[in-house]
């Protein structure tokens, strides 16, 4: 069975701060990663996708990607209260398309 | 969004009937997918499809069967419903932008699925 694995949480970061949300991950022939979050009552959104090692941003979220460690990370600057929600970890499958998430951790931006 | 439409949104069902959620989309994506998830256990995948008749299972396809005779539509249906059964479904398809590039897995808004 693939394994994605998430921090549990819940998470709590003061308005303007860094949240740092980490995973790993089972599979080593894993190429694609994503990041999703999902606010109460709502569908997943994809927020980040990762391909190759390092870092990757785009606005206020950095993607992190270690293959060689089976780690991929998300970094959430400046935090906002609407930043609150859940935040799912999710990996494709390196033989088929299949995804698979991790348990999600939750993120709670304090004003 | 990506032009996914699951149906219907909520549904009320007793024990022991047969249920069908559709996903249907728009844009001719080869990849759909159902997935449920349960607080405690996040999103599993039920069965998905990668064309026309081509389905597989996933990891919690007990109880479950699917079907998906044109590209558009992905039905997944309960033969005989249970309370182990109530869930939230998504359906997700695996998406491409311009020049065919992989751009990720969109979702549907979901089915809440209450079995009494």
């Known amino acids: 069975q693939k394994e994605v694995e998430q921090n549990s949480g819940p998470l709590s970061v003061p308005e303007g701060a860094i949240a740092s949300l980490n995973c790993t991950y089972s599979?080593?022939?894993?190429?694609?990663f994503f990041w999703y979050r999902q606010y109460s009552g709502k569908s997943p959104e994809l927020i980040m996708s990762?391909?190759?090692?390092g870092d990757k941003e785009d606005g206020r979220f950095t993607a992190q990607l270690n293959k060689a460690s089976q780690y991929v990370s998300l970094l959430i600057r400046d935090s906002q209260p609407s930043d609150s929600a859940t935040y799912l970890c999710?990996?494709?499958?390196?033989?088929?398309?299949?995804?698979?998430f991790g348990k999600g951790i939750t993120l709670s931006v304090r004003p | 969004d990506a032009g996914i439409t699951q149906s219907p949104r909520h549904k009320v069902t007793e024990t022991g009937t047969p249920v069908t959620l559709r996903c249907h989309q728009t844009?001719?994506?080869?990849?759909m997918y159902w997935y449920r998830q349960d607080p405690g256990h996040g999103l599993r995948l039920i069965h998905y499809?990668?064309?026309?008749?081509?389905?597989d299972k996933g990891e919690v396809s007990d109880g479950y069967s699917v079907s998906r005779s044109k590209t558009e539509d992905f039905l997944l249906t309960l033969e005989s419903a249970t309370s182990s059964q109530t869930s939230v479904y998504f359906c997700?398809?695996?998406?491409f932008g311009q020049g065919s590039l992989f751009t990720g897995y969109t979702f549907g808004s979901g089915t809440r699925l209450t079995v009494v």
């Open positions: 997700a398809i695996r998406t």
């Open positions: 599979d080593r022939g894993s190429q694609s």
């Open positions: 990762i391909y190759s090692n």
């Open positions: 999710a990996v494709e499958d390196g033989a088929n398309s299949k995804l698979t």
């Open positions: 844009e001719n994506h080869r990849y």
């Open positions: 499809s990668y064309g026309v008749k081509d389905t």
